[in-house]
């Protein structure tokens, strides 16, 4: 895979969140509901840092059906 297809790539990849953020916003704004349906959901949430650099943590978060 070539230096430009790589490039490509991460731009497609980060294009994909904006984009489905917008049509939920879209939808969403014309009174349409949004229903998800799930047995199990895991968030992680990266390390983050703070002002001054000190460490605000990292998470997962795991949802499940019982």
């Given amino acids: 895979m070539g230096e430009n297809e790589t490039s ?6 980060t294009q994909w969140p904006d984009l489905l953020g917008q049509l939920i916003d879209r939808v969403t704004g ?9 047995r ?3 968030v992680e949430i990266p390390r983050a840092a703070g ?3 000190q460490s605000l943590g990292s998470a997962k978060w795991v ?3 019982i």
């Fill in 8 to 13: 490509e790539i991460r731009k497609t990849a």
């Fill in 30 to 38: 014309k009174e349409a509901v949004i229903t998800y349906s799930f």
């Fill in 40 to 42: 199990s959901l895991e």
């Fill in 51 to 53: 002002s001054g650099g």
């Fill in 63 to 65: 949802l499940m059906v």
